[in-house]
């Protein structure tokens, strides 16, 4: 196991402490080689339902869902619910379950957002004592009490209780899953490097919501990611801007750039009957237009989306508000309001931005 | 030549003005940062060892099956911020075999002595909790790791166990003797190799917000030794008299500021001669003062907290000590501090500012000379003023004791004690004043006469500095009381809570007369004391009148604690109030109640109570009443007999006495007697040791604060008595003239100056004792609900005094000759 790896694990894991350069450390992890883990490689294809269970040949992975709600009086409201699991070993793991094991760590972040406000918690678990884990079929993830069932097929539930705010909300997949950039395949960078990666647009129904105090019932749309591999970028790259937008003609669109001595962007339009198209870096334009100065430093938060080939012109900006998810992995996750040649409403992620203060 | 240059020419030609200002100030801000820290640093040793003391439950099975890694994730998943503990003991031929422990650190932080804030510089910084090093061990690590005292892992190897070898060791303090600590998955490596047991510990109040699973019910892990309310009570009066010290050094700052304006008053009426307007003048002097006030405050501040980084380790080591907590990092300073030391700041340079726009408005009306410069100083207090200042002080001193005595919040008491001091402090340059004018008006001899005048003249003049050297006498004779009172409370604290040698839990409600005849057989224990605890229900009489017809409101609840009367034990217990032959009458018709029951029902020794216990109801005479420092709940102390193992709720611990602990194996009682199998064993004496020497510590570090402020106080006093005996030298010099020798009069100097502060000191002492009072009879109660005893210490006073006259004349040593005839030439 490589050392920038193994600090990449300690920074993880210690939220609260030692918050000086992890920022780096955890971008350079993610460079590291995977030193005995699978990498994830042109050619490799996703294979469902068992793709949405666990990988331990692969170091990191994430099964990663955003949705932007409604309360039946028009109230907003963001909410971001990720579940990592983190290779110590590589796996397939040999010892029986479930037992005392250092194989592999659990670790989950929640957040609750609203225009101005946003609320972050993080857990974290060993694996093979049943306390955190995922199961694929039928598809099960679950960290302590937080969770994300099937109901009943195609209906999963999302139950997350955190400090000062809990959600429970009832998801259906839209089908068929969304793969991206080649069969799954979805490259970081020019000269390979990159993770398998799909996801599913989500309607959001039956939701409930309680934060300070107060109930709100809602409904709304989002994005659930699926993604693993073992070495994401390269050594030149910092960090990225990710972004799933839901457009009010029913298409959906999921862009990064990741960024580096040469960026490089990919993303994925969604018609509205599902279809997916891969949209590769020189089809689109991706540009910050305007900056906030905030608790941690400059961060864009408004951006000009253009795809000239289905002519897309949007303005996508950040909710007023401070949407930093704290823990030591600290980054942005923050709901966006789509304007310009098309309305819509979305999902912001930006990391390796700001500075190291607390 | 601009005004800065002609400054810093004055501060070159007269360093020592310029020294003597920065010493003040670094002194003062360093006095302040360093009380603060302390208290701060020991404020967090507080919350620490509360989470460290936190009421610990321990998950059983209800179907009596071992616990294993499902239940602990059944809990986890039902919500329940739980963790895992396994203890592995090794059988081998070596008595001493350390246990390892195996804790989970992922989840450790839900047991708070594992926790660490947020925001603390921790694992790149060295600060090595146990949770967190092996969080880095976890993940940092092929090979698992092993954490414990050098000892202990010297013992570890010698037990050259098979297949360990890959295991890396790593010291840490502050860990338990006999322990050794390893993330949990290599506990259960270990586990093969010996015997391990698993346990599920969780917060008591967890399980108030979550309820168990029905498969699941809670035991009591740890009722731990709560010092907390104790504690809290020393750092509340360290923080009154860490307030008290801010004031102090404000008013030397002050002082020596304003006479260092003095030495400069003829040199500035050159400059203002020589066309520099007043408003110039005026900026330039604020400016002067503004940079001398952030470079002392920030020296001073530097200076404290480096002496503050040795307080810390004291209340550090003390309290892990006594509850292994982790460590304790030394934290930058609070803005408390901060706030505190600009405070002190903004005090002197705005008094300065004042004096300074003083100036402009005077001048202008009669010139600099005379009572320009020295506006607000000493020469301008005419007899009128003086005595308007003194009956303000005499108003202020009566109003606050009338406060300090009807007082019931605590801010009030603080306000009223505050009024007091600063009354007392502003009448006590005049009394000694009055005193002298006394003498003086009795004297027969000329010479007599002519020293209580210039005594007088000297009380006048030094009137800022002796109430501060009054207030530092005050605080050192306050805090050594209050630090030895407490001293000597934590002592009998830690003799009541921790006594004998072991302390046993059995883990489970036990026959106490069979496991005491069992624990009696083992190797080594001389003595068993069984402590049953249970409640009872005390009809709420008043003192010595039993109502006979109360209903059930009047019911109070309260703890009971069972003991056996004739144990050799109790036989140095100490008491409050009690009757001869306590012990003896306990047995037969007595009752032994704590302090905090006894306040609040107003019952006293000899008064009758009545309680219900079970379903019985008994009526008993109170013969003894015992300090128990911070348990809110009223308490019963009754014989075991009348404590039976039939009542509900009833718990059984048993201290042990032993021949000599240190060849006893406690630690391998367990495996040697089944029996002991799920029990707890705790090391009394071991920890009675270190946590009194930690402590002792403390209160070493408190006492050099004492003498610190003594020390600044008495500095403060040498430098300006040097100014005033220059000033004074006209009239020493007319004598030498008039004929007397110079050096009588060098003595006679000498003797005036340690008579003012040996007067002034026997003055203050009053005011010291007045604050001790004021901190344990009604801080203490008012915050607490409890007193801490109230001791006089005269051998202490008379050292301070003896300080004092000291200070005296070392400053009257310091003046040298008062005889200069050039001093005559403008006579």
Known sequence: ?358 | MGLGTVFLSHYRRHPGQLAGLLLILVCAAMLWSGVRSLTAAAGNAVADSTAVLEPLLSVVRVDGEPLSVEDFARLRRAGLCASPRLEVRFTTGESEAPVVIGIDPLSAACLRKYRQRRGERALAEGAASVASTLMAGLAGSDHPLLLGSASDLARWRQLSLPGVEDIETDVIDGVPRGQLFADISVAADLAGAGHGRLQILLPAAEVERVPLPAAYRAEVEDYGVEPDPLVESFLLSLDALGALMLLVAALLVRSVYRFALEQRRRSLEILIRLGVTVGRLRMALIAEVLLIALAGGTVGMWLGEWLASAMATGFESTLSGLFSVDTLVMRAPTPETWLGMVLILAVVVGWACVDLLLLGRRDRHGGLHGSGIQAGGPQTDTGATSRWRGLLALVLLVLSLIGLREAGHLWLIFLAALGCLMGAGLLLPDLLNKLLACAERRCRRPLLEWSCSEMRALCRLLSLPLTALAFAIATAIGVHAMVTGFESTFARWLDQRLQGDLYLDPGVPVATEEWRARLRQIPGVTSVLPMVRTRALLYSARAGQISTEQSTTDLLPVDVLGVDPASPLLQAWPFLFEIPDLWAELARRGVLINEQLARRQSIAVGDRIRFRLGARSHTRDVIGIYADYGRPEGELMLPLAMVSDALPDRYSTFVLGAADIHSVPWQDWPQQHPWLGRSRLRDQAGLKQSANAAFARTFQMTRMLNALTLALAGTALALMGLVIFRLRQGSYTMLYVFGERCKPLRLRLIGHSVLVTGLLALLAIPLGVFLSWVLVARVNPAAFGWALPLHFYPGFWLQVWLVCLLIGAVVGVLVGNPVRLETLKNE
């Not at chain 1, 694990?9 to 780096?24: F, N, Q, S």
């Not at chain 1, 109230?75 to 037992?99: A, N």
């Not at chain 1, 309607?203 to 809602?218: L, P």
């Not at chain 1, 070495?231 to 972004?243: A, H, I, P, R, T």
């Open chain 1, 1 to 358: 196991m490589s050392n920038a790896s193994r600090l990449l694990l300690v920074l993880l894991l210690l939220t609260g402490c030692g918050r000086g350069a992890e920022r780096d450390t955890w971008f350079s992890a993610l460079r590291e080689p995977p030193a005995g883990f699978r990498q994830a490689a042109p050619g490799m294809s996703v294979r469902l339902p068992r793709d949405m269970g666990p990988h331990p040949q692969y170091r990191l992975e994430w099964w990663y869902l955003t949705a932007n709600l409604r309360s039946s009086d028009g109230k907003q409201f963001g909410v971001q619910w990720t579940l990592f699991r983190t290779g110590i070993r590589p796996g397939p793991y040999s010892e029986p379950v479930p037992g005392w094991r250092r194989n592999e760590i659990w670790f989950a972040h929640a957040a609750l957002s609203r225009p101005g406000e946003h609320h972050f918690v993080d857990r974290s678990a060993r694996g093979g004592t049943g306390q955190a884990g995922v199961t694929a079929q039928p598809f099960r993830a679950w960290i302590d009490h937080w969770r994300l069932d099937t109901l009943v097929e195609n209906t999963w539930v999302l139950d997350v209780a955190g400090e000062g705010f809990c959600y429970r909300l009832q998801l259906e997949p839209q089908l068929p899953v969304v793969l991206h950039g080649e069969r799954g395949f979805s490259a970081k960078s020019a000269g390979g490097g990159g993770s398998m990666y799909f996801s599913y647009p989500l309607r959001v129904s039956n939701g409930e919501i309680e934060v300070s105090g107060e109930k709100f019932a809602v409904s709304g749309q989002g994005w659930f990611d699926r993604e693993w591999s073992s070495q994401y970028l390269k050594s030149d790259q910092q960090g990225w801007d990710w972004m799933a937008l839901h457009l009010e003609d029913g298409r959906h669109l999921m862009l990064f750039r990741v960024r580096g001595a040469e960026d490089f962007q990919s993303g994925t339009l969604v018609a509205a009957d599902g279809r997916a198209q891969t949209l590769k870096g020189d089809a689109f334009s991706l540009q910050p237009i305007a900056y906030l100065d905030s608790h941690f430093g400059e961060v864009p938060v408004v951006w000009q989306l253009t795809v000239p080939s289905i002519e897309l012109d949007l303005e996508i900006r950040s909710w007023p508000g401070d949407y930093w998810n704290r823990g030591v992995t600290r980054y942005w996750e923050g709901p966006v309001a789509v304007t310009g040649s098309h309305r819509g409403e979305g999902y912001l992620e930006m990391t390796g931005y700001g500075h190291s203060q607390n």
